[in-house]
């Protein structure tokens, strides 16, 4: 079945680790989103890529780095210098000819300590 | 400033009765989508809605439709018959610019929605 995923679903990394969430479509789609999910808040755009080894950032780059190396994978380093990585972070792919939605991954819950 | 606008924290709606989330945006740009999203506790995000800036018609999907006025700048979303599956956060958001051009997509703080039985 085609779709996104995000692995692993949770994440314990001690304070001063760098951690790498995977991020995976199979939806042949153009462009790939990060996003960060703080409790009771809505989503904040952390990166994006429109094409193959072309990145942009978004509103909350800053501690954090991404690579796209291949169209399907879209992996999102958290690095020691994200002063608060404990979060919940959302992976999306679009096409980009179509008007619509970003379709969403399951998400991973990143607890740092 | 905020861009999307959403002013109601937390709502609540009797089963089998409509419910409308309010949703505001704020863009320059005359080329624009609109789109609801809903967040069950599982932390999956359901597309539900899409509006287009230049669609004439109000959006429809189900029990889902899409209150849209745009001198207003407001896209509000309409549940109708609720349901006790209805309960979880919803998210409107906005891309700018063209479809094949914009790619910058802003949420709004979200909606939480709690179905009484």
């Known amino acids: 079945d085609g779709g996104i995923t995000q692995s692993p679903k949770y994440l314990f990394r001690k304070e001063g680790q760098n951690v790498t969430l995977s991020c995976e479509q199979n939806l042949n789609h153009d462009a790939m989103y990060w996003y960060r999910q703080d409790p009771g808040q809505g989503l904040r755009l952390i990166y994006y890529?429109?094409?193959?080894?072309?990145?942009q950032k978004g509103d909350i780059a800053e501690g954090y780095s991404v690579s796209r190396e291949k169209k399907e994978s879209f992996p999102l380093t958290v690095t020691s210098a994200q002063k608060n990585p404990t979060a919940f972070y959302l992976c999306a792919s679009r096409t980009s000819e179509s008007s619509y939605e970003q379709y969403f991954g399951p998400g991973t819950r990143l607890t740092v300590t | 400033a905020q861009k999307i606008t959403q002013t109601q924290p937390g709502m609540f709606v009797q089963e089998k009765e409509a419910v409308t989330l309010d949703c505001t945006y704020d863009?320059?740009?005359?080329?624009?989508?609109l789109f609801w999203y809903k967040q069950p506790s599982s932390g999956e995000m359901i597309f539900l809605i899409y509006?287009?800036?230049?669609?004439?018609q109000n959006a429809t999907e189900g029990r889902y439709s899409l209150n849209f006025q745009k001198a207003r700048k407001s896209a509000n979303l309409v549940i109708s018959a609720s349901q006790l599956g209805d309960s979880a956060m919803y998210f409107c958001a906005m891309r700018e610019g063209p479809s094949n051009y914009g790619q910058n997509f802003v949420f709004g703080p979200g909606t939480r929605l709690s179905v009484l039985p």
């Open positions: 863009t320059s740009d005359q080329s624009y989508g």
């Open positions: 509006q287009g800036s230049y669609d004439e």
């Open positions: 890529s429109q094409i193959v080894n072309d990145f």
